[in-house]
């Protein structure tokens, strides 16, 4: 029986899912620190946390769309599957 390549495939995309949104949030957080203790010291949540938010969100969207062709389940290898695997 063949092993599935599927649950590796999803383990790798929540991964870098999780990884993206962590990466993109301290990215918000070193380039823009300054307006966020800025707004967090006027009683201003909403802002920051949406920013967080959106910054989190682009980071596991742009980690998740570059897996790598090789760690895909429908990648064949260099042979494909006609060269008798």
């Known amino acids: ?7 590796d495939f999803l383990f790798t995309v929540v991964v870098r899912f999780v990884c993206g949104i962590v990466l993109g949030c301290l990215a918000l957080c070193i380039f823009d620190w300054k307006g966020v203790l800025r707004a967090f010291s006027r009683d201003d949540t909403h ?6 938010v959106l910054c989190g969100l682009a980071g596991g969207i742009v980690a998740v769309f570059t897996v790598p062709h ?5 990648y064949k290898g260099i042979r494909g599957r006609d060269d008798g695997d």
Not at 1 to 7: D, G
Not at 47 to 52: D, Q, S, V
Not at 70 to 74: G, H, K, R, S, V
């Open 1 to 7: 029986m063949k092993n599935s390549k599927w649950p």
């Open 47 to 52: 802002g920051p946390l949406i920013l967080l």
């Open 70 to 74: 090789w760690q895909t389940p429908w």
